[in-house]
T-cell receptor, first 114, second 119 residues
Framework: DQQVKQNSPSLSVQEGRISILNCDYT??????FLWYKKYPAEGPTFLIS?????DKNEDGRFTVFLNKSAKHLSLHIVPSQPGDSAVYFC?????????????FGKGTKLSVKP | EAGVAQSPRYKIIEKRQSVAFWCNPI?????LYWYQQILGQGPKLLIQ????????DSQLPKDRFSAERLKGVDSTLKIQPAKLEDSAVYLC?????????????????FGPGTRLTVL
């Protein structure tokens, strides 16, 4: 049973517009959430994270929103750029920090068209 | 700073053969992870080391998979014998637990992975 779900396998967005990637989780013990970005033939790269005590975290063009009651988080990319085209993985950690047992979703492939 | 190194990058074997993967983590990172990523899925943790001790190997199929990190630096993951369903990308990651702040988790840095095809 999947504890972290990314229900959209792919997303296509026009350059300059907003990209919104969604993630749902089922385990209420998760207390830390991360987004990783993956280019072909490379390993995942950490992008942004959020603790369960917050509902928003922003880093440049990237913002992650967390809705604990809905067990839902989203990654917003504004404005989207062609270089953002990659697979984005949502991951969750129930270890209370420094545990490292990340549970990953299946990923969403983002295509940003010029 | 050099990233996580893995070799080989690609490996093709026949079922029932043995295979080994090597990982060199980022210098100074005490924690090392091996993940299996099957096509169309997210990475799944196989084993986690803290220095040379195993922290979590609950999802490692121990009848055929083994891993070691003898000196607390490099690590090897072995599959013996391989099955068709072992075809996947095997990712190694490392992290520095001392870098985590309160309420956060230590960031994992991934290597490029080894793509295994079992025929």
């Amino acid at each position: 049973d999947q504890q972290v779900k990314q229900n959209s396998p792919s997303l296509s967005v026009q350059e300059g517009r907003i990209s919104i990637l969604n993630c749902d989780y089922t385990n209420s013990m998760f207390d830390y959430f991360l987004w990783y970005k993956k280019y072909p033939a490379e390993g995942p790269t950490f992008l942004i994270s959020i603790s369960s005590i917050k509902d928003k975290n922003e880093d440049g063009r990237f913002t992650v929103f967390l809705n604990k009651s809905a067990k839902h988080l989203s990654l917003h990319i504004v404005p989207s750029q062609p270089g953002d085209s990659a697979v984005y993985f949502c991951a969750a950690d129930e270890g209370g920090g420094s545990q490292g047992n990340l549970i990953f979703g299946k990923g969403t492939k983002l295509s940003v068209k010029p | 700073e050099a990233g996580v190194a893995q070799s080989p990058r690609y490996k093709i074997i026949e079922k029932r053969q043995s295979v080994a993967f090597w990982c060199n983590p980022i210098s100074g990172h005490a924690t090392l992870y091996w993940y299996q990523q099957i096509l169309g899925q997210g990475p799944k943790l196989l084993i986690q080391f803290q220095n040379n001790g195993v922290v979590d190997d609950s999802q490692l199929p121990k009848d055929r998979f083994s891993a070691e990190r003898l000196k607390g630096v490099d690590s090897t993951l072995k599959i013996q014998p391989a099955k068709l369903e072992d075809s996947a990308v095997y990712l190694c990651a490392s992290s520095d637990p001392s870098g985590a702040t309160l309420g956060s988790t230590d960031t994992q840095y991934f290597g490029p992975g080894t793509r295994l095809t079992v025929l």
